[in-house]
């Protein structure tokens, strides 16, 4: 701990003890090591204590307590104890391949990206819900790949569930200034405004569990759907017409039986196109996942996290 890491890996905690323990496993795993761990408690009741100190010996870790303010002012708090060149921030919730780090360096030096993020994705161990919830949130039929689809890298807004930046960039920048909800994007909007090199590495992907069944998962997208409206609030023109699809799907599946009643025929189709689309969705997850339970459950998912993130969206703009 004399020298100073090239990486500060910071990680806020919220009453998931479990989940922590599974990604400092996968930090243990890692073949690049020069780096740190900052565990940021955000006022838990269910305390991460007993994990860290099992890691304690494998890891350079630390860990902080402090009364709970949300995730962006816990990343601003580690951010302030980290000795690292570079800070990178995960969810509780994620599990690193062994090559992140490797592949992290490679790319910082064949680019020089002054902040980036990654992709996520399904793991084999995960439940085949959470493998359908983890597809759906990549899919080009849902959030057109804009969540780090390497076609869409010119427009892609790391978020804090996976990414980095240089020391520099958290000093001029001041950070996140948001607590919850769209604060990873205001950032890499901030980011990109003031002129520094955002990029996406594809190669550093997580594996992100998202939440166990479909409930917490709506709530969870309903966030989502709120934090883009307090996005475009704060930058103009960040409200795009992709982000408003899931309303207009939101208020025409709720329209399909008033549709029925006004004209079978155009019900009919419009039950026809729904069909289509889901089927899309069914395909494209199993192509990507080469399982059939991951793509029928990928339908039940789209339809959750399309509705939730567009009721979010619509309650936000109605304020």
């Given at each position: 701990m004399?020298?100073?890491?090239?990486?500060s890996v910071?990680i806020p905690?919220?009453?998931?003890?479990e989940e922590?323990e599974?990604?400092?496993?996968?930090?243990v795993?890692q073949?690049?090591?020069?780096f740190e761990?900052?565990i940021?408690?955000?006022?838990?009741?269910?305390?991460?204590e007993?994990?860290?100190?099992?890691?304690?010996a494998?890891l350079a870790v630390?860990y902080?307590f402090?009364?709970?303010?949300?995730?962006?002012p816990?990343?601003?708090?580690?951010?302030?104890?980290?000795?690292?060149e570079?800070?990178?921030?995960?969810?509780?919730?994620?599990i690193?391949?062994s090559?992140y780090f490797e592949?992290v360096?490679?790319?910082l030096v064949?680019?020089?990206?002054?902040?980036?993020?990654?992709?996520?994705?399904g793991h084999?161990?995960?439940?085949?819900l959470?493998?359908?919830?983890?597809?759906?949130?990549?899919?080009?039929?849902?959030?057109?790949g804009?969540r780090?689809?390497e076609?869409q890298?010119?427009?892609?807004?790391?978020?804090?569930f996976n990414m980095?930046?240089s020391r520099?960039v958290?000093?001029?920048?001041?950070?996140f200034?948001l607590?919850?909800?769209?604060e990873?994007?205001d950032?890499?909007?901030?980011?990109?405004?003031q002129g520094?090199?955002?990029?996406?590495?594809?190669?550093?992907?997580?594996?992100?569990k998202?939440?166990?069944?479909l409930r917490?998962?709506?709530?969870q997208v309903q966030?989502?759907g709120r934090?883009r409206?307090?996005?475009g609030r704060?930058h103009?023109?960040?409200?795009?017409t992709?982000?408003?699809?899931p309303?207009?799907?939101?208020?025409g599946l709720?329209s399909?039986p008033?549709?029925?009643?006004?004209?079978?025929?155009i019900?009919?189709l419009?039950?026809?196109l729904?069909?289509?689309?889901?089927?899309?969705i069914?395909f494209?997850?199993?192509?990507?996942t080469?399982?059939l339970?991951?793509?029928?459950?990928?339908i039940?998912?789209a339809i959750?996290?399309?509705?939730?993130?567009?009721?979010?969206f619509?309650?936000?703009?109605?304020?």
């Open positions: 004399n020298s100073a890491p090239k990486y910071v905690v919220y009453n998931r003890p922590l599974e990604l400092l496993e996968s930090l795993a073949i690049f090591r020069n761990v900052i940021v408690e955000d006022g838990s009741q269910r305390t991460s007993a994990v860290y100190e099992r890691y304690s494998k630390r902080f402090k009364p709970n303010s949300g995730p962006g816990s990343r601003n708090y580690g951010f302030e104890k980290a000795r690292g570079y800070f990178v921030v995960f969810d509780s919730d994620c690193l391949p090559t592949d360096e490679k790319s064949s680019h020089g990206f002054d902040a980036w993020g990654g992709p996520d994705r084999e161990k995960f439940t085949t959470q493998q359908a919830m983890a597809h759906t949130m990549s899919s080009m039929f849902t959030t057109g804009i780090g689809g076609h890298a010119d427009r892609f807004q790391p978020r804090s980095g930046m520099k958290f000093e001029f920048t001041g950070g200034t607590d919850r909800l769209a990873d994007i950032l890499s909007i901030r980011m990109k405004k520094f090199r955002v990029g996406l590495i594809p190669e550093a992907y997580v594996f992100h998202r939440r166990t069944n917490e998962f709506f709530y966030g989502f934090g409206v307090r996005v704060i103009s023109g960040e409200v795009k992709t982000h408003w699809f309303a207009v799907f939101l208020i709720i399909i008033f549709l029925f009643i006004f004209d079978k025929i019900g009919g419009a039950i026809g729904l069909g289509i689309y889901l089927a899309a069914f494209e997850g199993l192509k990507a080469r399982s339970a991951v793509a029928l459950l990928s039940p998912s959750v996290q399309l509705t939730g993130y567009g009721l979010g619509l309650k936000e703009k109605l304020k």
